[in-house]
């Protein structure tokens, strides 16, 4: 059956695959992008799919109650996944409030609208940073759909308030919602001011490697292509009113990652800085997909090893795409961050 789909956050990361995915994999189907082009947005990461009969881009702000109510109106979506949020949490730390604003009261606006205007699925995008940490000397220990929320940052804590607002909408309203919440991801078009990419486009340029406290913390890391693959059956295939946890089974220790991004692009270790720490660093987080494997029966198709090859192989064929960003209002922003210590 035709749909159309409103994607939010199109023009970021992990939104941005999906857009590629999602219109190239579905002719039949209407991709609609909505996004704000915050810091964190860019167009030229929807530029191949820009010319597609079945893609539109429409700029504004999920914060917009009046915007997204004419905009549901007008359009009629069946589905809406909603990618848009603020994403990093060292901003979180040096400035909370557009957390709140945009990922809790804009998803309360794109949920009043989907129930007011009879939208048949309403899928959040979120993150395992809601469970919170796990520590480092219990390998046995993984978040399950029902480990408490329990969270560190202002980002995991409004994507914790954003989650309970949905589930309260499902019960209440009875509004058809489902959530996901991944660990995190690589791949193409990751802004350079997380880790795998910072790290990447910093070695590219002989620049230091900041590396936060020890470098011990742990990430379990996914092709953002295998998050794609897992939000498209939770829409097909998902039951209403579920949570499904994606991960990727690759856990590495940050300085693990750094070390082999090194090894690939043949950079000296002497690039690596060791730098104060985050405040509240999480430890370690570890995702367990089985419900996600035994009940739609998904498999990622990139390890660790194969992924990040890869994604380095993309950085290198696709240095505009970092450079532009590197070169504007982002290098204020490292400046800010990271101080003289790098
Ligand atoms: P990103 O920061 O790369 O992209 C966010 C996009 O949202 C940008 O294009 C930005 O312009 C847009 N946006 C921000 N505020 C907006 C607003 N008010 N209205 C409309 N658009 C707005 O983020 P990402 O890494 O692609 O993450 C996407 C989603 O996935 C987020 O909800 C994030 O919490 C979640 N997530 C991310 C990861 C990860 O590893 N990156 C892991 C799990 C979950
Ligand atoms: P990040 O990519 O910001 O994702 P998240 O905090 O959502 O997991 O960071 C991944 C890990 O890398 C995290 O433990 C913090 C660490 N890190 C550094 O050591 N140096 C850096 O410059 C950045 C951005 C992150």
Redesign the pocket.
């Known amino acids: 059956m035709k749909q159309k789909i409103l994607v939010?956050?199109?023009?970021?990361?992990?939104?941005?695959?999906f857009i590629h995915y999602m219109v190239n994999k579905y002719p039949d189907y209407f991709i609609i992008n909505?996004?704000?082009?915050?810091?964190?947005?860019?167009l030229g990461?929807c530029e191949a799919v820009e010319e597609k009969s079945n893609y539109k881009f429409i700029k504004?702000?999920?914060?917009?109650r009046e915007f997204i109510f004419d905009l549901f109106e007008r359009e009629a979506f069946d589905m809406v996944v909603?990618?848009?949020?603020?994403?990093?949490v060292d901003r979180s730390v040096a400035d909370p409030e557009?957390f709140i604003?945009?990922?809790v009261l804009?998803t309360q606006v794109l949920m009043d609208a989907s129930r007011t205007f009879g939208v048949k699925r309403y899928h959040?995008?979120?993150?395992?940073?809601v469970y919170g940490d796990l520590p480092l000397n219990r390998p046995d220990l993984l978040f399950k759909e029902d480990t408490p929320l329990h969270t560190s940052s202002p980002?995991s804590a409004s994507?914790a308030s954003a989650d309970l607002l949905v589930l309260a909408y499902h019960r209440t309203f009875g509004l058809p919602i489902t959530i996901?919440?991944?660990?995190?991801?690589?791949g193409p078009?990751?802004?350079p001011e997380?880790l795998i990419p910072l790290m990447i486009s910093r070695a590219l340029n002989d620049e230091a490697l900041p590396v936060y406290g020890n470098g011990e913390n742990v990430r379990d890391w996914?092709h953002?292509y295998d998050?794609c693959t897992a939000i498209d059956l939770i829409l097909h295939k998902g039951r209403i009113g579920e949570v499904y946890n994606?991960g990727g089974n690759n856990e590495r220790t940050n300085l693990e990652v750094v070390q082999t991004i090194l090894k690939a692009l043949n950079k000296p270790e002497s690039l690596i800085t060791y730098v104060k720490d985050r405040p509240g660093h999480d430890l370690r987080y570890a995702i367990d997909s089985t419900k996600l494997k035994t009940e739609l029966g998904w498999e990622p198709t990139y390890n660790f090893e194969t992924g990040i090859k890869q994604t380095i192989e993309w950085y290198l064929e696709n240095k505009k795409w970092w450079e532009n960003i590197i070169s504007g209002d982002y290098k204020n922003y490292f400046k800010e961050q990271y101080g003289d210590q790098s």
């Open positions: 939010t956050g199109g023009a970021g990361f992990i939104g941005g695959n909505l996004d704000a082009l915050t810091y964190a947005g860019n990461t504004g702000d999920i914060t917009n909603n990618f848009a949020a603020e994403s990093h557009i604003k945009t990922n804009g959040q995008v979120s993150t395992d940073e980002y994507k996901s919440r991944c660990s995190n991801n690589y078009y990751h802004f997380k996914l953002v998050h994606i």
